[in-house]
């Protein structure tokens, strides 16, 4: 017998979700909770036959989004399971194969201060293309603004212990974004991270799916982006500052360069920070190492010392980010591979 709940959120659903609540009790799992979103009294039948199948049902009377289905549930579940280890949560639409809930379920108990990730192995299926572009282009962002490097972001099949849920519960996010805003708050709480490889499963045309391609993408694209607005706003600073300060010679613009750099890589320490000591022999540091290279396209004079001060600053930009994003959100967390 399993001890860990399996979450279904479910909107607008149909037959699949009475399949897939069968198969999870069929597998041993007796705790089923299923959170209807808002469905509208056109769906209560699904939803009756869960629960006469055993499945504890909870209820939004309007759509509140899935981020919001889940806090719900999840609040629900630590009052009325306290002796739960912790929580599966898997679609309503029958794509996630009963095995690899069951594989979730075994590398939750042997890893309880983890947050275990169902990662779809994209290369052997045949993926709708528009997902297979969107869950890519997401990868790609989110490893080059956070620094952390997953399979898949967005796969809802995930295994959240019961000590993982109590912090990341609070996470903002109501809807798709939750799920992103949840591995980002993985790097601020230290929250070491599982992958476990699974079938991509694709039903017709992505099942019942109701993810809004634009507003959703908008969504998660909006909370990753974050990361990078102070250090993007102090990037134009030091810019602006640059060219306003006047540039007589080669020396005169390396020290107006480092002050520029110098300045911008402050702010991004300023907010909630009291060690600006540290942020100051940073930034000095970062600045001489934009300077050297601007000496060493003065040596080389092809273009102007806009252009040259905006081609040193490139590497110092990296280390600058890299920099603001250890400094803020703390070491990346470890990802363990199955």
């Not at 750099?261 to 000095?284: H, T």
Request: glycine share 8%.
């Amino acid at each position: 017998m399993k001890n860990s709940v399996i979450l279904i959120p479910s909107y607008k659903p149909d037959e699949y979700l009475v399949r897939t609540v069968k198969s999870t009790l069929d597998a041993g799992f007796k705790d089923i909770v299923v959170i209807d979103d808002g469905s509208g009294s056109k769906y209560d039948k699904y939803f009756s036959e869960v629960k006469n199948l055993g499945a504890y049902v909870i209820r939004h009377s309007v759509n509140l989004g899935k981020g919001r289905a889940m806090k719900t549930a999840f609040n629900t579940i630590l009052q009325e399971y306290p002796k739960m280890y912790g929580v599966i949560v898997c679609d309503a639409d029958g794509q996630h194969p009963i095995d690899f809930v069951i594989k979730i379920d075994e590398l939750m108990s042997k890893n309880p201060s983890s947050l275990i990730l169902g990662v779809r192995e994209f290369s052997k299926a045949k993926i709708p293309l528009p997902n297979l572009l969107g869950n890519t282009i997401t990868r790609l962002v989110f490893f080059l603004l956070t620094g952390m490097r997953f399979s898949d972001t967005q796969c809802g099949l995930r295994g959240y212990p019961k000590k993982v849920i109590e912090k990341l519960l609070s996470v903002s996010g109501e809807r798709y974004e939750y799920e992103n805003e949840m591995l980002l708050e993985c790097r601020k709480s230290d929250i070491p991270i599982v992958e476990i490889a699974m079938d991509a499963v694709y039903l017709g045309e992505n099942g019942v799916s109701h993810f809004n391609r634009v507003l959703d993408s908008a969504r998660i694209y909006r909370c990753i982006l974050r990361f990078a607005t102070l250090p993007f706003v102090a990037g134009v600073i030091s810019l602006v500052v640059f060219i306003l300060l006047p540039k007589e010679n080669v020396l005169a613009t390396l020290i107006q360069a480092m002050i520029s750099v110098g300045i911008g890589y402050i702010i991004m320490f300023i907010p909630g920070r009291k060690k600006l000591l540290g942020a100051f022999l940073a930034s000095l540091f970062t600045a001489m190492f934009g300077g050297f290279m601007l000496l060493f396209s003065y040596l080389f004079p092809i273009m102007n010392p806009l252009w040259q001060f905006l081609l040193s600053s490139i590497p110092m930009i990296a280390i600058s980010y890299s920099s603001f994003v250890l400094k803020k959100y703390g070491q990346k967390p470890c990802v363990i591979k199955f």
